[in-house]
């Protein structure tokens, strides 16, 4: 299996500009979460889906923030508009049930100059 | 509430040397599991363990061990003649099992660098 993918990986960006990160899951996982690694606040959720169905979106920051998953194996997390304070390494997650196993992706570098 | 504890912030030590980097939890939950993640410069997050909260028997794989005591709430990882390879981020992570909510919650994390 190829793991989690994530594109882009770098994004470089203005502010006021929208930022559209992409997540692939594994095959088969059927929770799927977009993480946020910053240096003052480490790890933190953003939210999670399980079975394409959002769960708990209580760590969106604000209303710039949006996330879809139309299907299984595709998510999306927009921002709309950017800001500097948002840039950030963001992480896409899955794991099957049953497991409990979180895989992650390699991860977006994004940066809102 | 749960809450994960990374006191080490910062572990320097020399090739072959053991080091155990060390974890504290807190949660509500009868049921939950705990994780440990590698973080290595690349940048991605690489899963290294599972344990459940049933399970207190200690788990060793090559050079990593898990030592994991209810009684104190911890579950310390241990590397065993560490390698120059082994640098990196290292992140505790734990997910209560009582409520459904599936997120892990992370410790800061503890980077450990090791020397030649």
């Known amino acids: 299996d190829a793991g989690v993918i994530q594109s882009p990986r770098h994004e470089v960006t203005e502010m006021g500009q929208e930022v559209t990160l992409r997540c692939k899951p594994i095959s088969g996982h059927n929770s799927l979460f977009w993480y946020r690694q910053t240096m003052m606040r480490g790890l933190e959720l953003l939210i999670y889906?399980?079975?394409?169905?959002?769960?708990?979106d209580s760590g969106m920051p604000e209303d710039r923030f949006s996330a879809k998953m139309p299907n299984a194996s595709f998510s999306t997390l927009k921002i709309q508009p950017s800001e500097p304070r948002d840039s950030a390494v963001y992480f896409c997650?899955?794991?099957?049930?049953?497991?409990?196993?979180?895989?992650f992706g390699p991860g977006t570098r994004l940066t809102v100059t | 509430a749960q809450k994960v504890t990374q006191a080490q912030t910062e572990i320097s030590v020399v090739e072959k040397e053991d080091v155990t980097l060390d974890c504290v939890y807190e949660t509500r939950d009868t049921t939950y599991y705990l994780f440990w993640y590698k973080q290595p410069p690349s940048g991605e997050l690489v899963f290294l363990i599972r344990r459940n909260s049933f399970d207190e028997q200690n788990e060793i794989s090559g050079r990593y061990s898990w030592n994991f005591q209810k009684s104190t709430s911890s579950f310390n990882f241990t590397i065993t003649a560490s390698q120059v390879v082994d640098s990196a981020v290292y992140f505790c992570a734990l997910r209560g099992m009582d409520t459904g909510r599936r997120a892990l919650t992370f410790g800061s994390g503890t980077r450990l660098q090791v020397q030649p």
């Open positions: 889906f399980n079975n394409n169905v959002p769960i708990d």
């Open positions: 997650a899955s794991v099957s049930e049953g497991t409990y196993e979180q895989y």
